[in-house]
């Protein structure tokens, strides 16, 4: 419950949902400063083998994400409000991706199964296809600091393991970091 200062007379109240540490896909509507990467998650044929054409497939929810931080792990709890949905579905992302400075950055991005990052409209990298836990590196140079519209589509094959990692080494660092949170819009 919340007071306002200004007059104590003035209350509210909002139940609060808390996230544990490991869950990844959190419900919304919208994106926001605390999710700001919107995922809308659809339902996938068993034995797909690469990403599919989501303008033709049903869209069963849309959750959002802090950051692209799920490490190789097991995945049995599905999605909010879509319990089992644990395989054989398919990611579409979309976010605005924060550049703190002009350079080269090298993006790597890894997964289990296959995904593709696009960067105002260009696609920069594709590990599409059923494997395990592989990575794909790309460098890519940015004229300007400043906000560039980001894609990223990803699907899971059979079960029960999933990764989703977004990486970046900025210009003038000695390794790989997730691109944190801040840097999503």
Same mark, same amino acid.
């Given at each position: 419950?919340?007071? !306002?200062? /200004?007059?104590?007379t $003035?209350?509210?109240?909002?139940t609060?949902t ?5 869950? $990844?896909? /959190?419900?919304? @509507?919208?994106?926001?400063? $605390?999710?700001?990467?919107i995922?809308?998650?659809?339902? *996938?044929a068993?034995?797909?083998a690469? %990403? ?5 497939? &049903?869209?069963v929810?849309t959750?959002? +994400?802090?950051?692209? /931080? ?9 999605f ?9 579905f398919?990611?579409?992302?979309? &976010? &605005? ?6 350079? #080269?950055?090298?993006?790597? *991005?890894?997964?289990d199964?296959? /995904?593709?990052?696009?960067?105002? =409209? +260009? ?5 599409? =296809? %059923? ?7 790309? &460098? ?9 519209? +980001? ?5 899971? =094959?059979?079960?029960?393991?999933? @990764? !989703?990692?977004?990486?970046?080494? #900025?210009?003038?660092?000695? =390794?790989?970091?997730i ?7």
């Amino acid at each position: 419950t919340a007071v !306002l200062i /200004a007059d104590e007379t $003035v209350k509210a109240s909002v139940t609060l949902t808390i996230l544990k540490d490991d869950v $990844v896909f /959190a419900r919304c @509507a919208s994106g926001n400063k $605390v999710f700001p990467i919107i995922a809308d998650v659809y339902s *996938l044929a068993v034995d797909t083998a690469s %990403l599919p054409d989501f303008k033709k497939l &049903t869209k069963v929810t849309t959750v959002c +994400m802090d950051k692209y /931080a799920v490490a190789d792990r097991e995945f049995t709890a599905g999605f909010p409000d879509v319990p089992n949905l644990f395989e054989w579905f398919g990611l579409n992302t979309h &976010t &605005t991706l924060i550049v703190p400075k002009a350079g #080269k950055y090298t993006i790597r *991005l890894n997964s289990d199964d296959g /995904a593709k990052v696009w960067i105002n =409209g +260009m696609l920069v990298i594709d590990n599409d =296809g %059923l494997h395990v836990v592989t990575a794909k590196d790309s &460098t890519v140079y940015f004229s300007k600091a400043g906000e560039y519209y +980001m894609a990223l589509d990803y699907f899971q =094959g059979p079960r029960f393991r999933i @990764a !989703l990692e977004l990486l970046w080494e #900025k210009p003038g660092d000695s =390794g790989f970091e997730i691109i944190p949170t801040e840097n999503f819009k």
